[in-house]
């Protein structure tokens, strides 16, 4: 399905006007709309991890600049692109698995089909592109929610007494081509084949409309588990280790 959905984007003609105009009203739902979470799931994690690596500094005593590769990779790396995942899946990913259930269970896909309207270009090609360009643009919202909802909150209990272009440099100091090499797949390639389950569940259904909550809790779950999944995967093919272990 992903392969399919990347050689529909790529021509020209797959883009009439109904198809665009049902990716911008995914991309207002999926990423606009999921931007207030992002927002409020970042500063709350922010808050957490900052402030406690800022307590950690004053008790050993070290200055911030040595925890800012730490806090650098572990937020732009790892936690950003899991956060906004969770986030589309939660709100979009089990939404559009629902949506498309209850259009194959009463039979408006086969209308769709029998007017001569390919359902994947015009219902499945825009879902998943929506669903991995709003997880990258709210994991770019995330990690700044993170980094400066934290830092407010660690000048509020004085655990960080840097001022804040101090402590944004330290930050933006740490930034090289690797931090590129994890953020773009773990964001990409996670929500594609998060999209891509959610939408395989949706049309998987078998039965009346009483099995369409089921289908779509159960997409819910499939598609954390493959965000999971290749994350992990990902860390380990970038960083060639399975903990302390070195791949061959």
């Known amino acids: ?6 050689m529909l984007a790529s021509r020209r003609e797959s883009w009439t006007p109904p198809v665009r105009g049902v990716l911008g009203r995914q991309l207002l739902f999926t990423g606009v709309d999921g931007t207030s979470a992002a927002i409020r799931f970042g500063a709350a994690v922010g808050i957490v991890m900052i402030v406690q690596a800022a307590l950690w ?34 709100r979009s990913g089990i939404a559009i698995s629902t949506e498309l259930a209850t259009m194959l269970v009463d039979g408006e896909l086969e209308v769709i089909d ?34 400066v ?3 407010v909150a660690g000048r509020a209990v004085d655990v960080i007494r840097v001022p ?38 949706g049309l998987s259904v078998r039965g009346t409309i009483t099995d369409v909550p089921r289908v779509s ?32």
């Not at 690797?178 to 773009?184: A, E, H, M, R």
């Not at 499939?222 to 791949?247: C, D, E, N």
């Open 1 to 6: 399905m992903l392969w399919a959905t990347i």
């Open 57 to 90: 500094i004053d008790a050993i005593g070290i200055t911030t600049d040595v925890i800012a590769p730490v806090l650098w990779r572990a937020i732009v790396r790892e936690l950003a692109p899991l956060l906004a995942c969770m986030v589309v899946i939660g």
């Open 114 to 147: 029998a007017q001569g309207i390919d359902p994947m270009t015009f219902l499945v090609m825009p879902r998943i592109i929506s669903f991995v360009v709003s997880i990258f643009c709210l994991a770019v919202i995330t990690a700044a929610a993170m980094i």
């Open 149 to 151: 909802t934290g830092y």
């Open 164 to 201: 804040w272009s101090t402590f944004l440099s330290q930050i933006l100091s740490q930034f090289n081509t690797l931090d590129l090499v994890f953020f773009l797949p773990k964001t990409v390639i996670a929500g594609g084949f998060a999209a891509a389950i959610c939408c395989i569940d």
């Open 217 to 248: 809790s159960r997409s819910g779950i499939h598609a954390l588990t493959a965000v999971f999944a290749v994350s992990a995967i990902l860390s380990i093919v970038i960083y060639g280790r399975i903990l302390i272990f070195k791949v061959v």
